[in-house]
């Protein structure tokens, strides 16, 4: 009964306080909140809701509307702009779905793009869902590097290091790169761009056909280009049955492209296990800015060649490299806003891009014909076009190329050879990009 009492006592006390409360205070406890919104008539709300439409925005621009990084936008970009920006995304479409052209990264691309071209939305902007995906693992080349690690985890050493001349293949198709700085600057010299040293590197890494080396360097170097370099690198990553084997053929006689190269060595795994080490140290000791690449794709290539991580291993072959492939193609389609990506520089980037490629394509085939020149065992020249580092589509067109020549010859786990020499060439190309014009 006592302790009853001293309830009732207690809630008449908490009672009296709240009554004789200062407003404020009961405001503080107190989730009542006045009224802000004025009614309207029901002609003024279909007019106001007309207004925020989409279609509003593209036929009649907000004058006050900013761009993705604050800036002024032109009315043109803020309207047909937009329009040609959504027919490039279904053209990136129709070529990842009809097309089979590297669908696993194009499509998230052209959906981003198509998402950071619609109005009034900011979808791109810095709070916007596609802002917040760039600034999580673009701006920090996050991704770039998680996706080396699963490229790492998927590739096999094996017939680099039992042929390792074939790494000879692998370097000489980096000419593409820095044969295409060259131009960049020499155009910009001549007055018909304006690219400055860092965005002509950036550029230029379009010859190594790696995409996430080419948004790796861009992120650094030349974010502004961000969009233009990687749609441009994948494409031509996606076009390497269609680009390379017109070079390959232009440049090889028959008798070459009959060449039935020598059977493989067998590798130890020790040899596995000893090489990514051996390769990080070295990229330690000669060109740190390199590090962050080549560390990655060579702790995924250990993981894989330990034999003891098996569940590690499977996770970034699979299910982290596809999460992070989403995320990705996601960050670099919000750098597809018209107002970015419809600008002269763009087509100079995919007119220097397929230069680069190409050049970097013929490179490794000359440097085969070169190194047949001296005794040993012939290398077929066809394999010399697999230095590019689209891994392993190169390295299947050399194969598919030799095959149109002889059935019999099987050229696939030659070409893998200069085709993983030319994933850490062009990491390496990177670095020093990286290290002369940071």
Do not use: C
Not at 95 to 120: C, R, S, T
Not at 176 to 202: E, H, K
Not at 309 to 314: A, G, P, Q
Not at 337 to 352: K, N, Y
Request: proline fraction near 5%; charged fraction near 10%; aromatic fraction near 8%.
């Amino acid at each position: 009964m006592r302790f009853f009492l001293i309830k009732i006592l207690a809630l008449l006390l908490f009672s009296f306080g709240a009554l004789h409360a200062s407003p404020s205070e009961a405001a503080k406890g107190s989730t009542h909140k006045e009224e802000t919104y004025q009614t309207k008539p029901l002609g003024e709300m279909i007019t106001g809701f007309l207004a925020s439409t989409g279609l509003n925005a593209l036929i009649n621009p907000d004058p006050n509307e900013k761009n993705a990084h604050g800036e002024d936008m032109s009315d043109f970009n803020k309207s047909w702009g937009r329009v040609i920006m959504v027919l490039i995304t279904f053209l990136l479409f129709y070529l990842a779905i009809k097309k089979g052209y590297e669908p696993l990264i194009l499509l998230p691309i052209a959906f981003g793009g198509l998402l950071a071209n619609i109005p009034v939305a900011a979808i791109a902007g810095e709070h916007g869902f596609l802002g917040v995906i760039y600034n999580m693992g673009l701006a920090n080349e996050l991704f770039p590097i998680i996706i080396f690690m699963g490229v790492g985890a998927m590739t096999d050493f094996g017939p680099l290091l039992s042929n390792p001349k074939t790494a000879l293949l692998g370097g000489a198709a980096q000419f593409g790169i820095f044969g295409t700085l060259v131009g960049a600057v020499a155009l910009s010299q001549m007055g018909f761009v304006d690219f400055t040293l860092q965005q002509a590197s950036a550029i230029s890494i379009i010859g190594g056909a790696d995409g996430p080396t080419s948004i790796f360097i861009a992120t650094k170097l030349a974010p502004e280009l961000l969009g233009a370099i990687a749609v441009a690198s994948y494409s031509y990553m996606a076009m390497v049955p269609i680009i390379q084997p017109p070079i390959m053929k232009a440049l090889t006689t028959d008798a070459e492209r009959r060449i039935k190269m020598t059977t493989l060595r067998h590798v130890s795994r020790l040899e596995k296990l000893i090489f990514p080490i051996m390769v990080l140290v070295l990229a330690i000791l000669v060109l740190p800015a390199a590090t962050p690449l080549i560390g990655a794709f060579m702790f995924g290539n250990f993981l894989k060649e330990s034999g003891v991580v098996e569940r590690l291993n499977d996770t970034l072959q699979n299910a982290l490299i596809n999460i992070v492939t989403i995320f990705l193609g996601l960050g670099v389609g919000s750098k597809l806003a018209s107002d970015q990506f419809l600008v002269p520089d763009t087509m100079f980037i995919m007119v220097l891009g397929v230069i680069a490629f190409s050049a970097g394509t013929a490179a490794g085939v000359i440097m085969a014909k070169i190194m047949n020149l001296f005794p040993g065992h012939k290398i077929n020249p066809l394999i010399g076009s697999a230095g590019v580092s689209a891994v392993p589509m190169a390295a299947r067109v050399s194969n598919k190329v030799g095959m149109e020549y002889d059935r019999t010859n099987m050229l696939l786990m030659h070409a893998m050879g200069p085709n993983v020499a030319g994933v850490i060439g062009s990491a390496v190309a990177a670095g020093v990009l990286i290290s002369l014009f940071q």
